[in-house]
């Protein structure tokens, strides 16, 4: 199983901050790397995938970047609705796998 | 719009099987995609369950694959999971969601917590 590893664990920033969270793979995923938002009580919500493609309808302060095993999501001019815990997924291969998830507080 | 609704007992007994059903509106199943399982312990990580492809392909995650079933019911729109001889480590948030062919979910149903205890 490929395994996804999330830094930072949590991160607490403030209003109007640029945010950067990491996911490491433990061998390369060509990319097919998606980032999921997911809300206290709520399911996970699609923002990116194929590592940099936004969703539709996704807001264009959110980025995703990356390739090999390295990626990366950035949230520029954070807002208090980003307040949330994110998730890295790799779709390279079976089983699909997800990182520990990554969350955010904004102070 | 796209709608998933999970339906569940909410409490099995160990060694019983969790069956759970996802009721899709706003699409037709047999028109393509594939749907999923995805499952969360109370304050962990997600984990891929499983998939199955319109037409009824499934594919398993590998640990959970000598206990795992998920079936497409064209008919009702709408596809299940069954996992059986559940312990206390299947207690978890249950979503379906659909998924693209690359296997990414764009629409998720709201979760059903599923409870393994006697």
Same mark, same amino acid.
């Given at each position: 199983d490929i395994q996804m590893t999330q830094s930072p664990s949590t991160l607490s920033a403030s209003v109007g901050d640029r945010v950067t969270i990491t996911c490491r793979a433990s061998q390369t995923i060509n990319s *097919? /790397? $998606? *980032?999921?938002?997911? +809300?206290?009580? %709520?399911?996970? %919500? /699609? /923002?990116?995938? +194929? $590592?940099? &493609?936004?969703?539709s309808g996704v807001s264009s302060r959110f980025s995703g970047r990356g390739s090999g095993a390295e990626y990366s999501l950035t949230i520029s001019s954070l807002q208090p609705d980003d307040s949330a815990t994110y998730h890295c997924q790799q779709y390279n291969s079976q089983?699909? &796998?997800?990182?520990?998830? &990554?969350?955010?507080?904004? +102070? | 719009q796209v709608h998933l609704q999970e339906w569940g007992p909410g409490l099995v007994k160990p060694a019983e099987t969790l069956s759970l059903i996802?009721?899709? @509106?706003?699409? @037709? !199943? @047999?028109?393509?995609?594939y749907w999923g =399982? !995805? #499952?969360q312990p109370p304050g962990k990580g997600l984990e891929w369950i499983g998939s199955v492809s319109h037409s009824g392909n499934p594919h398993y995650n590998p640990s959970l694959k000598s206990r795992l079933t998920i079936l497409v019911d064209s008919s009702k729109n709408r596809f299940s999971l069954n996992l059986s001889s559940v312990t206390a480590a299947d207690t978890a948030f249950y979503y379906c969601? #659909?998924?693209? @062919? =690359?296997m990414t979910f764009e629409y998720w149903g709201q979760g059903s917590l599923i409870t393994v205890s006697s």
């Open positions: *097919w /790397l $998606a *980032w999921y938002q997911q +809300k206290p009580g %709520k399911a996970p %919500k /699609l /923002l990116i995938y +194929k $590592a940099s &493609t936004l969703q089983p699909y &796998t997800f990182g520990q998830g &990554t969350k955010l507080e904004i +102070k | 996802c009721n899709v @509106s706003g699409y @037709s !199943i @047999s028109n393509g995609y =399982w !995805i #499952r969601a #659909r998924a693209t @062919s =690359w």
